[in-house]
């Protein structure tokens, strides 16, 4: 079964640093699009960063310059590297996958649990 577990998430002060794991297992997902999407209490859930299979990426504009995501097939694992982190960053950072190179949720097939992640002002 094809699963997707999200890791470091933790407290950080702001304009500390983080690096987000998401580790795939249960199938290949090298050919997937991968995304990073955060939720925070009462609102919906929003794009944050997405990578092609040929490492193209985009960003949401409140984190472009800020946070990087990155790939590693042979790992079959995704990255989001945060940097330069405001107390507006915390959220529940979830990773996705699908086939189109989307900002919509409903674009993605497999979802992580979620990775909390507070940035204390």
């Known amino acids: 079964?094809?699963?997707?577990?999200?890791?470091?998430?933790?407290?950080?002060?702001?304009?500390?640093?983080?690096?987000?794991?998401?580790?795939?297992?249960?199938?290949t997902f090298s050919s997937k699009i991968m995304a990073w999407f955060r939720q925070a209490p009462g609102k919906e859930r929003e794009f944050v960063a997405v990578i092609t299979w040929d490492t193209s990426t985009a960003y949401a504009g409140s984190?472009?310059?800020?946070f990087t995501i990155s790939r590693d097939n042979a790992k079959n694992t995704v990255y989001l590297q945060m940097n330069s982190l405001k107390p507006e960053d915390t959220a529940v950072y979830l990773c996705a996958a699908g086939d189109r190179f989307s900002v919509s949720p409903r674009e993605y097939d497999y979802w992580g649990q979620g990775t909390q992640v507070t940035v204390s002002s």
Not at 3 to 22: F, I, M
Not at 63 to 66: A, H, I
């Open 63 to 66: 984190v472009k310059g800020r």
């Open 1 to 27: 079964q094809a699963q997707l577990v999200e890791s470091g998430g933790t407290l950080v002060q702001a304009g500390g640093s983080l690096r987000l794991s998401c580790a795939a297992s249960g199938r």
